[in-house]
């Protein structure tokens, strides 16, 4: 008789300003395999300031990727962030199971921003320390009315949102799926997007906070195509390198340079903030993922202006696959892309 190790599959859908991002995994004991890859550029405009201007739009493209990958899929888990979620930390005697729970929801009621009308809540339990009997717990709150707005959106997509997570948390995972975390190394997560960089910083090999920074690659993304006179298209084959002979390397570079200053001038606040309430003097290193990963010249200009050193992640590390499935893109060449439907599929996987 074989004893079977149990299998299972998951699917997550991450929903970007500039592209939807679906990744499908199949957990076999330990081992992590890529089943699926898909992703999708989104037309501009389509979501910005994280609303979906364009419901329809989003719709059929999400629509899109699911008849690409498996029309039968239904079970997706997805992600959250920028405005629509509140995260607070608090500290509290410890507790099990239902009284934990209880005593934690009774707790989040107090705080001044969770207004339990309007949001939804939930938690995690970072740390739990039998010497102190205290417990570390991370509050995430989502806004009613963006959870709602969301989810029907997915739902009329005809898939069915079984998990809702966090970006911030999704990164966390993909990381802690892919490498051991070094307890003696203040490490800053990074994941630059079009619209939102997600920060998570690990502090003695653990979750310490997390920061949602309003700005990205859009930024540098409108200078390349003001700059060059490029439509969104080309911008985005430029960004790709794909257009190199045609393009002014110095004045690429230059445009890149001064477009980053905002984005770095926001990284630079949430470091420095992450730093007096941590009580850290540094931050070792940063672990770099999404688009801003792979744009070129950025994590070194990231890296010089930061003064921190950089590593870009590559949330595929750890996962097996069929190079000969993938027809359409090469996964390890997006990979820094994929670290939030990686974390978020790997979550509901644990
Ligand atoms: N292969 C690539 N090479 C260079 N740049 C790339 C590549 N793929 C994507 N980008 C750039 O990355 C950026 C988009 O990043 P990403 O896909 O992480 O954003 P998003 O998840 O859609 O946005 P958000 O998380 O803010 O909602 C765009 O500016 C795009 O031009
Ligand atoms: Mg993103």
């Known amino acids: 008789m074989a004893l ?5 599959l998951a699917i997550g859908l991450d929903i970007g300003a500039n592209s939807i991002k679906l ?22 405009g389509v979501i910005s300031d994280e609303e979906f201007k364009d419901r329809d739009a989003v719709i059929f493209d999400i629509q899109s990727l699911v008849d690409q990958t498996d029309p039968k899929m239904r079970d ?13 930390k608090i500290v509290m005697d410890r507790k099990s199971g239902a009284e934990a729970e209880q005593a934690i929801l009774f707790e989040a009621e107090q705080r001044a921003p969770f207004d339990v009308e309007d949001v939804t809540l939930d938690y995690h339990i970072i740390r739990d320390d039998p010497e102190t009997n205290k417990m570390e717990v991370l509050l995430v709150a989502a806004r009613n009315e963006f959870l709602k707005n969301y989810l029907d959106m997915i739902i009329d997509a005809g898939l069915k949102p079984i998990v809702v997570d966090t970006d911030a948390f999704a990164i966390l995972n993909a990381y802690t799926v892919n490498y051991d975390v070094d307890p003696s190394r203040v490490t800053a997560l990074v994941d630059l997007g079009f619209d939102v960089t997600n920060m998570t910083f690990i ?18 993304f409108d200078a390349i ?24 390397h110095d004045m690429f570079k230059a445009t890149i340079v001064t477009a980053s200053e905002e984005l770095i001038a926001g990284l630079e606040v949430a470091i420095s903030y992450f730093k007096s309430s941590s009580g850290v003097d540094r931050v070792d290193w940063v672990v770099l993922s999404g688009g801003g990963a ?9 890296q010089a202006k930061l003064s921190i050193p950089i590593e870009i992640c590559n949330p595929l590390r750890n996962i097996e ?30």
């Open 76 to 88: 997706v888990v997805v992600s959250i962030s920028g405005h629509g979620v509140i995260t607070d």
């Open 23 to 44: 990744v499908k995994l199949r957990k076999k004991g330990n081992s992590y395999t890529l089943k699926a890859l898909a992703i999708k550029e989104l037309p501009l």
């Open 4 to 8: 079977g190790k149990k299998t299972k």
């Open 203 to 220: 502090k003695d090999g653990l979750y310490h906070s997390t920061r949602d920074v309003s700005n990205g690659t859009r930024l540098i």
């Open 321 to 350: 696959y069929d190079p000969d499935m993938f027809v359409e893109f090469q996964p390890e060449k997006v990979a820094p892309l994929l670290a939030v439907p990686v974390g978020l599929a790997a979550r509901s996987l644990k």
């Open 225 to 248: 195509s003001k700059e060059f006179r490029l439509n969104q298209e080309l911008t985005a084959k430029t960004l790709r390198g794909e257009m190199d002979s045609s393009i002014d």
């Open 294 to 302: 792979l744009i070129p010249f950025l994590p070194e200009l990231l």
